[in-house]
């Protein structure tokens, strides 16, 4: 089996500069760091990650804590997943990931075996349970979501209030004065998702002020329940003309809800969701769009962590709360509302 010695003597180099050339702590000229990756082919060879560990008290592990939730849409929450598990192989992290039903027992595990270098946790509640023990933990943690409480961990999330006033306001400047908002299930916000209620509230009362009348309802999270509720929507507001999603499995099943009743976006109905680009692409929605961007969160979350598990942000710096600015891509599913 090859070791990093062998690695060097290909590359010309000497052990430390490959070494560093392969970790990235320390600055290394392109030309030599194609050698050492030339040479890492060329041999087959992997870090042995345990003695990488008792080497420097690293295991190059990241732990992702994240759960596919029965009231939330599988397909969303990969696109998160992927962001992270993405950017930590680009700065050489392995990912130890935890889809375990009890959080809390999944997070203590890895942080007192010493598993992993540091956390990233997806799914994050208001309050969630799990925040106790990450602040007690040896180990740096990044959230992708926001806490009520964001004391000692580094927090990135979408501008959710910003993302609903910025979908009612488009729909204002194009004349429409009757909204039907669909948000995640009912549930979600009783169990502490509170980016529900965040994006619900500020479109709520964007429209009190702009003299829209918004209809905020709740909607399922899987077929064929969400589609049969967002028939029922319809036929409750038939003056409505915009229709905005903060529902991913409700905006996978309106082109066939519409398609159904004879309807298009946006000669009918003018459509805005909230969900990824990759999303949209993956179901083939051709709706205009609130960019929910988790493959940046999921960068963000990694690179942030990664600084504090390498000790380039010093003990007393203090943690980060930042939001990704919501973006409208423009698919031309909006339009003026049809007048009579």
């Known amino acids: 089996m090859a070791t990093i010695g062998d690695v060097a003597r290909v590359a010309g180099v000497s052990r430390s500069t490959a070494s560093y050339a392969l970790s990235g702590k320390r600055a290394i000229s392109a030309a030599v760091r194609r050698r050492v990756e030339d040479a890492v082919r060329e041999l087959g060879y992997t870090p042995n990650a345990g003695a990488r560990a008792l080497a420097t008290s690293q295991t190059m592990v990241i732990g992702l804590l994240a759960q596919f939730l029965e009231d939330e849409f599988a397909p969303a929450m990969l696109q998160y997943m992927l962001g992270v598990s993405d950017t930590a192989r680009e700065l050489g992290y392995d990912i130890l990931l935890s889809t375990e039903a009890d959080g809390r027992n999944a997070l203590r595990r890895m942080t007192d075996s010493r598993m992993v270098d540091g956390i990233v946790l997806l799914n994050v509640a208001e309050h969630d349970d799990r925040l106790p023990i990450l602040r007690a933990a040896p180990q740096p943690g990044a959230l992708v979501g926001l806490p009520a409480d964001c ?6 999330d979408l501008d959710f209030e910003d993302a609903g006033r910025l979908m009612v306001d488009h729909l204002h400047r194009l004349g429409h004065r009757e909204l039907v908002l669909v948000s995640q299930p009912e549930h979600v916000v009783e169990r502490g998702g509170a980016y529900v209620w965040r994006l619900q509230n500020a479109a709520i009362e964007a429209a009190r002020v702009r003299g829209i009348s918004l209809h905020a309802t709740f909607a399922s999270s899987s077929q064929p329940d969400v589609a049969r509720e967002l028939g ?18 409700a905006a996978a099943a309106l082109p066939t809800v519409l398609h159904a009743r004879g309807l298009t976006a946006p000669a009918d109905l003018s459509v805005v969701g909230r969900y990824s680009d990759e999303f949209a692409r993956t179901f083939s ?22 600084r504090r598990i390498e000790g380039q942000a010093g003990p007393d710096e203090p943690h980060v709360v930042r939001f990704v600015s919501p973006e409208l891509v423009d698919r031309g599913s909006t339009a003026a509302p049809r007048e009579g």
């Open 232 to 249: 029922a929507l319809l036929d409750a507001h038939p003056q409505a003309t915009g229709l905005l999603v903060n529902n991913e499995a």
């Open 285 to 306: 929605l051709p709706y205009s769009s609130i960019e929910s961007a988790p493959d940046r969160l999921g960068r963000m979350a990694v690179r942030e962590l990664v």
């Open 151 to 156: 004391t000692g961990v580094d927090v990135f």
